[in-house]
T-cell receptor, first 113, second 115 residues
Framework: GQQLNQSPQSMFIQEGEDVSMNCTSSSIFNTWLWYKQDPGEGPVLLIALYKAGELTSNGRLTAQFGITRKDSFLNISASIPSDVGIYFC?????????????FGAGTQVVVTP | EAQVTQNPRYLITVTGKKLTVTCSQNMNHEYMSWYRQDPGLGLRQIYYSMNVEVTDKGDVPEGYKVSRKEKRNFPLILESPSPNQTSLYFCASIGTSGSSGYEQYFGPGTRLTVT
Protein backbone atom coordinates (compact mmCIF):
# COMPACT_ATOMS: atom_id res chain seq x y z
CA GLY A 1 0.00 0.00 0.00
CA GLN A 2 0.90 3.65 -0.19
CA GLN A 3 3.60 4.54 2.31
CA LEU A 4 4.16 8.18 1.45
CA ASN A 5 2.19 11.02 2.97
CA GLN A 6 2.30 14.07 0.73
CA SER A 7 1.05 17.46 1.86
CA PRO A 8 -0.61 19.74 1.28
CA GLN A 9 -3.20 18.12 -0.96
CA SER A 10 -3.72 21.40 -2.82
CA MET A 11 -2.42 24.96 -2.82
CA PHE A 12 -3.88 28.16 -4.19
CA ILE A 13 -1.18 30.79 -4.47
CA GLN A 14 -0.61 34.12 -6.12
CA GLU A 15 1.92 34.60 -8.86
CA GLY A 16 5.28 35.49 -7.37
CA GLU A 17 4.78 33.59 -4.13
CA ASP A 18 6.96 30.72 -3.00
CA VAL A 19 5.52 27.21 -2.71
CA SER A 20 6.53 24.44 -0.34
CA MET A 21 5.37 20.86 -0.17
CA ASN A 22 6.67 17.76 1.51
CA CYS A 23 6.52 14.00 1.70
CA THR A 24 6.95 11.94 4.81
CA SER A 25 7.07 8.27 5.61
CA SER A 26 7.66 5.96 8.53
CA SER A 27 10.07 3.98 6.32
CA ILE A 28 13.60 4.73 5.16
CA PHE A 29 14.17 5.60 1.52
CA ASN A 30 17.28 5.28 -0.65
CA THR A 31 16.09 7.68 -3.35
CA TRP A 32 13.60 10.53 -3.48
CA LEU A 33 12.13 11.87 -6.70
CA TRP A 34 9.90 14.81 -7.54
CA TYR A 35 7.66 15.02 -10.60
CA LYS A 36 5.25 17.46 -12.20
CA GLN A 37 2.20 16.37 -14.16
CA ASP A 38 0.36 18.70 -16.53
CA PRO A 39 -3.26 17.94 -17.45
CA GLY A 40 -3.57 15.12 -19.97
CA GLU A 41 0.11 14.21 -19.84
CA GLY A 42 2.43 11.83 -18.07
CA PRO A 43 4.55 12.96 -15.11
CA VAL A 44 7.88 14.58 -15.84
CA LEU A 45 10.85 14.01 -13.55
CA LEU A 46 12.02 17.30 -12.03
CA ILE A 47 14.63 16.37 -9.44
CA ALA A 48 16.24 13.16 -8.19
CA LEU A 49 17.90 12.92 -4.76
CA TYR A 50 20.26 10.16 -3.73
CA LYS A 51 21.84 11.02 -0.36
CA ALA A 52 20.51 12.03 3.04
CA GLY A 53 20.82 15.79 3.47
CA GLU A 54 21.27 16.39 -0.26
CA LEU A 55 19.94 19.71 -1.56
CA THR A 56 19.43 19.96 -5.31
CA SER A 57 18.11 22.77 -7.50
CA ASN A 58 16.60 22.82 -10.96
CA GLY A 59 15.92 26.43 -11.93
CA ARG A 60 13.38 27.83 -9.46
CA LEU A 61 12.87 24.39 -7.92
CA THR A 62 14.81 23.17 -4.91
CA ALA A 63 14.40 19.79 -3.29
CA GLN A 64 15.98 18.24 -0.23
CA PHE A 65 16.49 14.67 0.94
CA GLY A 66 15.72 14.64 4.66
CA ILE A 67 18.50 13.72 7.06
CA THR A 68 16.44 10.91 8.58
CA ARG A 69 15.85 9.54 5.05
CA LYS A 70 12.15 9.44 5.83
CA ASP A 71 11.13 12.72 4.24
CA SER A 72 11.74 15.12 1.39
CA PHE A 73 10.77 18.69 0.54
CA LEU A 74 10.18 20.60 -2.67
CA ASN A 75 10.20 24.38 -2.91
CA ILE A 76 9.20 26.49 -5.89
CA SER A 77 10.34 30.08 -5.72
CA ALA A 78 8.62 33.06 -7.36
CA SER A 79 5.80 31.00 -8.86
CA ILE A 80 4.57 31.73 -12.38
CA PRO A 81 1.35 30.61 -14.13
CA SER A 82 3.03 27.66 -15.86
CA ASP A 83 3.83 26.15 -12.45
CA VAL A 84 0.21 25.02 -12.33
CA GLY A 85 -0.08 21.25 -12.17
CA ILE A 86 0.13 18.28 -9.86
CA TYR A 87 3.43 17.62 -8.12
CA PHE A 88 4.26 14.11 -6.97
CA CYS A 89 6.95 12.79 -4.71
CA UNK A 90 8.20 9.24 -5.09
CA UNK A 91 10.82 7.14 -3.43
CA UNK A 92 12.59 3.85 -3.49
CA UNK A 93 12.45 2.09 -0.15
CA UNK A 94 15.73 0.89 1.31
CA UNK A 95 14.24 -2.62 1.39
CA UNK A 96 13.07 -2.60 -2.23
CA UNK A 97 14.97 -3.24 -5.43
CA UNK A 98 15.93 -0.40 -7.70
CA UNK A 99 13.07 0.53 -9.99
CA UNK A 100 10.31 -0.22 -7.48
CA UNK A 101 8.84 3.13 -6.49
CA UNK A 102 6.22 4.38 -4.05
CA PHE A 103 4.32 7.55 -4.97
CA GLY A 104 2.63 10.19 -2.89
CA ALA A 105 -0.96 11.20 -3.70
CA GLY A 106 0.14 14.51 -5.20
CA THR A 107 -0.12 18.24 -4.48
CA GLN A 108 -2.35 20.25 -6.81
CA VAL A 109 -0.88 23.72 -7.34
CA VAL A 110 -3.04 26.55 -8.68
CA VAL A 111 -1.41 29.90 -9.43
CA THR A 112 -3.55 33.00 -9.76
CA PRO A 113 -2.32 36.19 -11.43
CA GLU B 1 14.36 12.27 -29.16
CA ALA B 2 13.84 10.25 -25.97
CA GLN B 3 10.39 8.75 -26.10
CA VAL B 4 8.03 6.29 -24.43
CA THR B 5 5.04 5.41 -26.57
CA GLN B 6 1.84 3.71 -25.49
CA ASN B 7 -1.01 2.33 -27.53
CA PRO B 8 -3.88 2.71 -27.55
CA ARG B 9 -4.32 6.12 -25.91
CA TYR B 10 -8.01 5.49 -25.23
CA LEU B 11 -9.87 2.21 -24.92
CA ILE B 12 -13.41 1.32 -23.97
CA THR B 13 -14.02 -2.38 -23.55
CA VAL B 14 -16.36 -4.83 -21.87
CA THR B 15 -15.82 -7.01 -18.84
CA GLY B 16 -13.89 -10.17 -19.59
CA LYS B 17 -12.55 -9.25 -23.02
CA LYS B 18 -8.77 -9.70 -23.01
CA LEU B 19 -6.74 -6.65 -23.96
CA THR B 20 -3.13 -5.59 -24.32
CA VAL B 21 -1.67 -2.12 -23.92
CA THR B 22 1.67 -1.78 -25.64
CA CYS B 23 4.63 0.24 -24.39
CA SER B 24 7.86 0.93 -26.20
CA GLN B 25 10.95 3.02 -25.34
CA ASN B 26 13.82 4.14 -27.54
CA MET B 27 16.45 4.88 -24.90
CA ASN B 28 17.81 1.39 -24.28
CA HIS B 29 16.76 1.65 -20.62
CA GLU B 30 16.98 -1.49 -18.51
CA TYR B 31 14.05 -0.70 -16.24
CA MET B 32 10.43 -0.32 -17.29
CA SER B 33 7.27 0.00 -15.20
CA TRP B 34 3.52 0.17 -15.41
CA TYR B 35 1.44 2.42 -13.16
CA ARG B 36 -2.21 3.17 -12.74
CA GLN B 37 -3.43 6.58 -11.68
CA ASP B 38 -6.72 7.03 -9.85
CA PRO B 39 -8.08 10.26 -8.31
CA GLY B 40 -6.72 10.91 -4.84
CA LEU B 41 -4.39 7.92 -4.95
CA GLY B 42 -1.50 9.20 -7.02
CA LEU B 43 0.33 6.60 -9.07
CA ARG B 44 0.46 3.00 -8.00
CA GLN B 45 2.97 0.62 -9.47
CA ILE B 46 1.51 -2.48 -11.11
CA TYR B 47 4.60 -4.32 -12.37
CA TYR B 48 8.16 -3.43 -13.13
CA SER B 49 10.96 -5.03 -15.09
CA MET B 50 14.67 -4.86 -14.37
CA ASN B 51 15.70 -6.28 -17.74
CA VAL B 52 14.67 -8.71 -20.45
CA GLU B 53 12.79 -11.69 -18.97
CA VAL B 54 13.04 -10.20 -15.45
CA THR B 55 9.84 -8.81 -13.98
CA ASP B 56 8.42 -8.30 -10.50
CA LYS B 57 5.18 -7.25 -8.89
CA GLY B 58 4.52 -3.72 -7.78
CA ASP B 59 1.88 -2.72 -5.26
CA VAL B 60 -1.25 -3.58 -7.26
CA PRO B 61 -0.47 -6.51 -9.60
CA GLU B 62 -3.74 -8.43 -9.26
CA GLY B 63 -5.55 -8.83 -12.56
CA TYR B 64 -2.56 -7.84 -14.69
CA LYS B 65 0.25 -9.61 -16.52
CA VAL B 66 3.37 -8.32 -18.19
CA SER B 67 6.15 -9.68 -20.36
CA ARG B 68 9.58 -8.40 -21.33
CA LYS B 69 10.80 -10.36 -24.32
CA GLU B 70 12.73 -7.43 -25.78
CA LYS B 71 14.43 -4.57 -24.02
CA ARG B 72 12.39 -1.87 -25.72
CA ASN B 73 8.89 -3.34 -25.22
CA PHE B 74 6.89 -3.95 -22.06
CA PRO B 75 3.22 -4.76 -22.80
CA LEU B 76 0.54 -4.79 -20.10
CA ILE B 77 -2.03 -7.56 -20.43
CA LEU B 78 -5.46 -7.70 -18.85
CA GLU B 79 -6.66 -11.28 -19.33
CA SER B 80 -10.17 -10.64 -18.02
CA PRO B 81 -10.74 -6.93 -17.41
CA SER B 82 -13.18 -5.84 -14.74
CA PRO B 83 -14.77 -2.44 -14.07
CA ASN B 84 -12.40 -1.79 -11.13
CA GLN B 85 -9.57 -1.70 -13.65
CA THR B 86 -11.02 1.41 -15.22
CA SER B 87 -8.16 3.86 -14.80
CA LEU B 88 -5.45 5.93 -16.43
CA TYR B 89 -2.37 3.80 -17.12
CA PHE B 90 1.20 5.01 -17.57
CA CYS B 91 4.23 3.17 -18.79
CA ALA B 92 7.66 4.45 -17.78
CA SER B 93 11.28 3.63 -18.43
CA ILE B 94 14.21 4.29 -16.14
CA GLY B 95 17.87 4.52 -16.88
CA THR B 96 20.98 6.41 -15.98
CA SER B 97 22.93 8.92 -17.98
CA GLY B 98 26.55 9.83 -17.34
CA SER B 99 25.82 13.53 -17.04
CA SER B 100 22.46 13.74 -15.32
CA GLY B 101 22.30 10.52 -13.30
CA TYR B 102 18.88 8.99 -12.85
CA GLU B 103 16.46 9.62 -15.72
CA GLN B 104 12.89 8.49 -16.07
CA TYR B 105 10.39 9.06 -18.84
CA PHE B 106 6.66 8.42 -18.78
CA GLY B 107 4.47 7.61 -21.71
CA PRO B 108 1.45 9.80 -22.56
CA GLY B 109 -1.02 7.52 -20.78
CA THR B 110 -3.80 5.13 -21.78
CA ARG B 111 -7.28 5.85 -20.50
CA LEU B 112 -9.09 2.55 -20.09
CA THR B 113 -12.79 2.17 -19.39
CA VAL B 114 -14.21 -1.27 -18.65
CA THR B 115 -18.01 -1.51 -18.75
Amino acid sequence: GQQLNQSPQSMFIQEGEDVSMNCTSSSIFNTWLWYKQDPGEGPVLLIALYKAGELTSNGRLTAQFGITRKDSFLNISASIPSDVGIYFCAGQLRTDSWGKLQFGAGTQVVVTP
Amino acid sequence: EAQVTQNPRYLITVTGKKLTVTCSQNMNHEYMSWYRQDPGLGLRQIYYSMNVEVTDKGDVPEGYKVSRKEKRNFPLILESPSPNQTSLYFCASIGTSGSSGYEQYFGPGTRLTVT
